[in-house]
C-alpha cells in the first residue's frame, strides 16, 4: 500500500510539472488509434489563440500501459474499430485516472461496442452515464446550450457524450455519434463548412480547459 501511495504522489507531482502537455493514447486491438493525424495539432493552434492555452503544438504518443502517461494532464483517444486493454493497461489507466489524469475518448465511428467492453476491464463497478446538456463542460469556455454538438452524421443518431466519475470528479469523457476529432482536421480533409469546424473546436477546447481545470 506504502509503495502504490508513493507511486500516486509521483504521479500528481507530474501531472502538475507537466500541466500544459496533452498526448494521443496508442491502444492495441488492431483499431486506427492514428486516425485523424492533423486534428489534436488543430485543436491545440486554436486553444492557444483562443483560450490562452500554452500547449506544445505537437502532441505526443503515450501507449496505455506505459508509466510516461502520467506525464500529462489530458490524453486524447479515437479510432474506428476494436480495442484492447490487457490487464496491466487496466491497472495503468485506471491508476492514471484516479491520480488526476483526464481522458477523452472520440468515436471515429464504430468504436462504441469495443471501448464500452473495455472500460469494464479499468472500472468494473462504473458505468458510463450520459452528462447532461448543463454540464459545464458544454459551457465552460463556449456554450453549447444543447449539449455535445454534431459535427458528422454516420448513422444519424443523435450525438451523446458519456462520462465516468471517480469520487465525484469526472475524470473520463466518451464522445459518440459526434465526431469532434474529423472537425478538428485540416479543412481539406473532410469539407466541412467553417461553421461546423468552428463548433468543433470550441467543444474541443471546452474540453481541455475543463480537464486542466478540474
Not at 469495443?114 to 452515464?129: A, G, W
Request: proline share 6%.
Amino acid at each position: 500500500m506504502r509503495r502504490i501511495a508513493l507511486i500516486l504522489l509521483f504521479n500528481f507531482i507530474l501531472l502538475n510539472f507537466n500541466a500544459q502537455e496533452v498526448a494521443v493514447l496508442k491502444y492495441s486491438g488492431g483499431g486506427d488509434w492514428y486516425s485523424n493525424p492533423t486534428s489534436l495539432p488543430n485543436l491545440i493552434s486554436f486553444c492557444n489563440e483562443r483560450i490562452n492555452t500554452k500547449l506544445n503544438v505537437k502532441p505526443e504518443t503515450v501507449e496505455v500501459g506505459s508509466s510516461d502517461i502520467f506525464q500529462y494532464p489530458l490524453v486524447h483517444m479515437t479510432g474506428h474499430g476494436n480495442v484492447y486493454f490487457s490487464v496491466e493497461d487496466a491497472e495503468n489507466l485506471r491508476n492514471y485516472l484516479i491520480s488526476g489524469g483526464f481522458l477523452h475518448i472520440d468515436d471515429n465511428y464504430g468504436m462504441e461496442p469495443f471501448i464500452t467492453r473495455e472500460l469494464k476491464k479499468v472500472f468494473p463497478n462504473k458505468d458510463l452515464v450520459e452528462l447532461p446538456a448543463n454540464h459545464i463542460i458544454f459551457n465552460i469556455a463556449f456554450p453549447f446550450k444543447n449539449g455535445l454538438p454534431k459535427i458528422h452524421e454516420h448513422d444519424g443518431k443523435r450525438p451523446q457524450a458519456f462520462g465516468i466519475y471517480h469520487e465525484g470528479r469526472l475524470v473520463l469523457l466518451f464522445t459518440y455519434e459526434s465526431d469532434l476529432g474529423d472537425g478538428w482536421e485540416d479543412p481539406t480533409v473532410h469539407n466541412d463548412p467553417e461553421d461546423v469546424r468552428e463548433k468543433a473546436l470550441k467543444m474541443g477546447a471546452n474540453i481541455i480547459k475543463y480537464a486542466f481545470e478540474n
